[in-house]
T-cell receptor, first 113, second 112 residues
Framework: NAGVTQTPKFRILKIGQSMTLQCAQDMNHNYMYWYRQDPGMGLKLIYYSVGAGITDKGEVPNGYNVSRSTTEDFPLRLELAAPSQTSVYFC????????????FGQGTRLTVV | DAKTTQPTSMDCAEGRAANLPCNHSTISGNEYVYWYRQIHSQGPQYIIHGLKNNETNEMASLIITEDRKSSTLILPHATLRDTAVYYCIVRVQPGDDYKLSFGAGTTVTVRA
């Protein structure tokens, strides 16, 4: 049981490039989330999904896109990378509902230069 | 959203109990209190959660005041590996209950 798996672990992008951060979970969770964490700061919600085919914006969605075609996968797409997107990105999943816990991946450290 | 207030940082001695306070004075009756922690560079880790009653698991105890306006996370015998940022979170209302909102948390440093 791998839990939440994120790839890649590290990536350096040039300004204007695009990339997709991958996230997969094997717990059959309906809810999945993408967060970013800037150095010394708390986590900020980018996008979330409550099930396959359903996504919604969080606090800081600008510059990102997501899709949820399967229960297991929730990729995050960065179009036209900017230095402000330098951050650590965490994916998480939960069964859902008020009384459940979330499981987090180990993060993707992204640097845009 | 019910917001939470936590101290920015605290130290504790290895082997002693660490008591982490959290204020959530605007909490609603059906909102749970969750605690997560984040050890440096790792993804956040779930610790414990509760609604009204005190809760205990293998990691920690959660004490919630009777009026539910505050709570305390207790790490009974802190070790150096407990050094982390601890987040107190209140889950938002039903209909919006799938989002976890993290604040700045409390940076806990366990000293030998």
């Amino acid at each position: 049981n791998a839990g939440v798996t994120q790839t890649p672990k590290f990536r350096i992008l040039k300004i204007g490039q695009s990339m997709t951060l991958q996230c997969a979970q094997d717990m059959n969770h309906n809810y999945m989330y993408w967060y970013r964490q800037d150095p010394g700061m708390g986590l900020k919600l980018i996008y979330y999904s409550v099930g396959a085919g359903i996504t919604d914006k969080g606090e800081v969605p600008n510059g990102y896109n997501v899709s949820r075609s399967t229960t297991e996968d929730f990729p995050l797409r960065l179009e036209l990378a900017a230095p402000s997107q330098t951050s650590v990105y965490f994916c998480a999943s939960s069964k859902g509902g008020m009384n459940t816990e979330a499981f987090f991946g180990q993060g993707t450290r992204l640097t845009v230069v | 959203d019910a917001k939470t207030t936590q101290p920015t940082s605290m130290d504790c001695a290895e082997g002693r109990a660490a008591n982490l306070p959290c204020n959530h004075s605007t909490i609603s009756g059906n909102e749970y209190v969750y605690w997560y922690r984040q050890i440096h560079s790792q993804g956040p880790q779930y610790i414990i959660h509760g609604l009204k009653n005190n809760e205990t698991n293998e990691m920690a105890s959660l004490i919630i005041t009777e009026d539910r306006k505050s709570s305390t996370l207790i790490l009974p015998h802190a070790t150096l590996r407990d050094t982390a940022v601890y987040y107190c979170i209140v889950r938002v209302q039903p209909g919006d209950d799938y989002k976890l909102s993290f604040g700045a948390g409390t940076t806990v440093t366990v000293r030998a």
